[in-house]
């Protein structure tokens, strides 16, 4: 079992930058990809970023290329996501999750575009919300 904790939500103006911070606990010892999605009211939940904490391979949504980056502090067994250049289309609740194993499991990407499985665990959310 993994338990996550999101943190560094909040308000900010287009183009201004958040950090959200997601804290693991209990078996993270194995290799997992970690990734943050987020869901808008009356949307899909849509997979935003994704790394595999064995390689630090990263993988990112094309609305988010360029201006969002995942990383991860392994010894505090933390995942960040630095947000910058916000937009309001940005606002939605966003969720950390862990899946055991590589990416490629659960980051499918193919010619036609990029489609995001279910992880196995989830944190409760932190809301981001982008005024303009």
């Known amino acids: 079992q993994v338990q996550l904790v999101e943190s560094g939500g909040g308000s900010v103006q287009a183009g201004g930058s958040l950090r959200l911070s997601c804290a693991a606990s209990?078996?993270?010892?194995?290799?997992?990809?970690m990734g943050w999605f987020r869901q808008a009211p009356g949307k899909e939940r849509e997979g935003v970023a994704a790394i595999y904490t064995g390689s630090g391979a990263t993988y990112y949504a094309d609305s988010v290329k360029g201006r969002f980056t995942i990383s991860q502090d392994n010894g505090k067994n933390t995942l960040y996501l630095q947000m910058n250049n916000v937009k309001p289309e940005d606002t939605a609740m966003y969720y950390c999750a862990a899946n055991l194993g590589n990416c490629y499991h659960v980051v499918i990407i193919t010619a036609t575009g990029t489609s995001w499985q279910n992880f196995d665990y989830w944190g409760q959310g932190t809301q981001v919300t982008v005024s303009s």
């Open positions: 209990g078996k993270t010892y194995s290799s997992y990809c």
